[in-house]
């Protein structure tokens, strides 16, 4: 199993976009956005650029690939439709989260645009809490999964679990660190070797404190009940200044059960640059 992060914020823009190569080639989350506004300011142009970099990269990297998958219909996940790496999702296998069930009315509305987009270009399969095996690679869709808290008014994702020979992964989407027990328990459950997460959004001005405890609380339960070696903990949490500092300190805890805690960008072994985090400095020393 080969897992590579195309794009995510440690690196790039709003993404959790990632291939994972077994014997067949897959494609999670194949999109790309930007923050409108961070610190009262609008994108940087070298985030502009960025964006329009990666998503050229997505349109590329999806020519060859079997499966694309779909965890839920925000424009960092899902490709919009006004844009010009949609087209990726035509004459492909899709699976894809249940836009009429456990979900919010923005992503209703959303998923039902994307589905009559699609729907006759390509083969679509509603995922959530089924499993599917193509030649020796089984992958299980779990059921909804809360976009962070319980009850989150941003509605719920689906999760994806990946076995192929003797590895695993887990690539949790946008459940924002682990914060509830149901989520916790299907991982405990999966038992990954791997684990992909959107790390807790740390840096938003609506985010609880009190759900600190929760998130560290809960990535202890996680590995003291499993095998996993590496997790990935990204995209929301990348957001924060003190990013750095907040994988130090899972550190602390994971080197107590043998697992690493890293960034995408320490995955791919290149340089945490955290463009949407440090906007403040791309204006104050590059030239618009």
Sequence with gaps: MIIIPVAYDSFSTRSMATIVKTDIKIFIDPSVAIAPYRYNLKPHRIELEELKNRKKEIVELSKDVDLIIITHYHWDHCPNPKEEHFKILYNKKLIIKDFNNYINNSQ???GKIVYEKIKDKSEIIIGDNKS??????YIEISPPLFHGIENSVLGYVIGTYIEYKNKSLFFGSDIQGILTNYTLNYIIEKNPNYIILSGPPFYHIKWDNSYNEIFYKNIEILLENTKVSKIIIDHHMARSLNYKEILDNLNEIGKNY?????SAADYLNIKNIQLEANRELLYKYYKE
């Design 108 to 110: 209703r509305r959303r």
């Design 258 to 262: 043998g697992t690493e805690f890293l």
């Design 132 to 137: 599917f095996k193509f030649n020796n690679t």
